[in-house]
């Protein structure tokens, strides 16, 4: 399996304020996720990373919110924006291995938001 | 009504007991189906993937997939304290690259 670097893993931010946080893959993916886990709720897709073009933003996420990036088949980031105290989750970066249907995870990022 | 239903717990063993944990679905065409082990303050990882009906074995987990009955299972023997985390059941479809989760149930595995 890929060997996931995410980072920060945790930080505690001001309403208001952006945060951006990495995802460094070891090996080159087709495919990467961005991930939501809130307390008590199910994992929740953001958006699909695409490689060279826009993400593609799952219901209810819009690109204003959480830009992101995805420069290279190894790197993404996602951003963050205009923070508020209902953003504070834990955002994890995931990729699919290149034949099959396996997904993994990075660590994650624990955000909270004051 | 969720996609996919998961009791969230926590439920509690004594170690070496059997611990069973179940999601029920309602999207018939779900093929994949995956279960995740989240430790605290970690990111899920992958444990058991099956495809359709049927069993499979690792070591001491075993997944059972129950699509006529929209229902799957992880069963862990000899539980041990550091089997102690949440288990995410996850699934997809056939075409779709987006997984869908259930809520996790935390286990607990007391000595």
């Known amino acids: 399996s890929a060997v996931i670097s995410q980072k920060p893993s945790r930080d505690i931010c001001q309403r208001g304020t952006s945060l951006t946080i990495q995802c460094q893959v070891d090996?080159?993916?087709?495919?990467m996720f961005w991930y939501r886990q809130q307390p008590g709720q199910s994992l929740t897709l953001i958006a699909t990373a695409n490689q060279g073009s826009e993400a593609t933003y799952e219901s209810g996420f819009v690109i204003d919110k959480f830009p992101i990036s995805r420069p290279n088949l190894t790197f993404s980031t996602l951003t963050v924006s205009n923070m508020s105290p209902e953003d504070s989750s834990i955002y994890l970066c995931?990729?699919?291995?290149?034949?099959?249907?396996?997904?993994?995870f990075g660590s994650g990022t624990q955000l909270s938001v004051l | 009504q969720k996609e996919v239903e998961q009791d969230p717990g926590p439920l509690s063993v004594p170690e070496g007991a059997i611990v069973s944990l179940n999601c029920t679905y309602s999207n018939s065409a779900f093929q994949y189906f995956m279960w995740y082990r989240q430790y605290s303050r970690k990111g899920p990882e992958l444990l058991m993937y099956t495809y359709s009906s049927g069993n499979k074995e690792d070591g001491r987990f075993t997944a059972q997939v129950d699509k006529s009955s929209k229902y799957i299972s992880l069963f862990i023997r000899d539980s041990q304290p550091s089997d102690s985390a949440t288990y995410l059941c996850a699934m997809k479809t056939g075409t779709a690259s987006k997984l869908t989760f259930g809520t996790g149930t935390r286990l607990q595995v007391t000595l």
């Open positions: 995931s990729v699919k291995q290149p034949a099959g249907e396996k997904l993994f």
């Open positions: 090996s080159q993916v087709t495919m």
